[in-house]
């Protein structure tokens, strides 16, 4: 396995590769992102991997300066899991003096995470628009936590002809529900024995619409009375929207996103589920 950190050594090692597979990640590795590495190495001939932790997708108020890093762990779960190129480069190659150049997705990052966090996803786009050109990978795995995520990056590669498939896979789950998240490291004892209600949330839902229920605003319901029940956790937003659009629905006639982001002590976290389709 090879640690490159400039973008002309990328390209250089990137020759004769082939088809090549691309796990993004800011880091701080967990199963999750090893799952998309196994499905890539399954998937490709070679298989590389990014570790960036990008400033410009995280707000003025927000947690870049303590986001979880441990490069040398990180590493050695990548080696250990077949990885033959790991771009690891710093803010300064990314974005050189006099970078003035962003990439905004419209209409679906008006919504949700993107409502909460302005210029969130421009800061998503545009790296991952400079990772896909540096790194030029066959196809790109990301995981389904990261649901609008998912729906912005697929317009984008859409929109401009990337040569790119992206691969979304299913969200890996700790046993009691929580998904992995490198954010989890924040948690108190007490708020981790809190956070499963997300996903019980999410599950009252799904039963209900698998019990026949299309009302979108009584699927909401269902979600916010499981959070209610538990004092450690603030909501910022429970939806139920249409899984392309991320439009807030009235009533499920096909596929929904249904979704939460909360608030446990100084840790905000996300998950979804899949409603239909």
């Given at each position: 396995?090879r ?8 390209r ?17 590795l ?16 070679a ?12 707000g ?45 997705v ?29 790194v030029?990978?066959?196809r ?34 700790e ?27 999410l599950?009252a839902?799904?039963a209900?619409f ?43 006639e096909d ?9 446990l ?13």
């Amino acid at each position: 396995m090879r640690l490159i950190e400039t973008v002309a050594e990328f390209r250089a090692a990137r020759t004769g590769l082939g088809e090549l597979g691309l796990v993004p990640t800011m880091g701080y590795l967990h199963e999750g992102h090893l799952s998309l590495v196994a499905r890539a190495r399954a998937e490709c001939v070679a298989v590389a991997a990014s570790i960036f932790v990008n400033p410009t997708q995280f707000g003025p108020n927000e947690d870049l300066a303590r986001y979880p890093r441990d490069l040398p762990r990180d590493l050695g779960l990548l080696e250990a899991a077949g990885v033959d190129l790991v771009f690891a480069p710093q803010p300064s190659e990314v974005y050189p003096p006099g970078f003035d150049t962003v990439i905004e997705v419209r209409g679906v990052t008006d919504v949700l995470e993107g409502a909460v966090r302005p210029g969130h996803f421009a800061g998503v786009a545009t790296v991952v628009a400079k990772l896909f050109n540096i790194v030029q990978p066959t196809r790109a795995y990301f995981g389904q936590k990261d649901a609008q995520q998912s729906v912005v990056i697929r317009k984008l590669v859409r929109d401009l002809n990337l040569p790119v498939e992206v691969v979304v896979a299913p969200t890996v789950r700790e046993t009691d529900g929580l998904a992995l998240s490198s954010r989890n490291s924040y948690l108190t004892r007490g708020e981790r024995a809190a956070a499963p209600a997300i996903y019980r949330a999410l599950n009252a839902a799904k039963a209900q619409f698998e019990g026949g229920e299309r009302e979108a605003e009584a699927l909401r319901d269902a979600m916010r009375a499981v959070i209610a029940a538990e004092p450690l956790m603030r909501v910022d937003y429970v939806s139920v929207a249409d899984a392309d659009s991320l439009r807030e629905l009235t009533r499920v006639e096909d596929r929904a996103l249904a979704s939460m982001a909360v608030r446990l002590g100084t840790t905000r976290l996300i998950d979804n589920l899949l409603l239909g389709g």
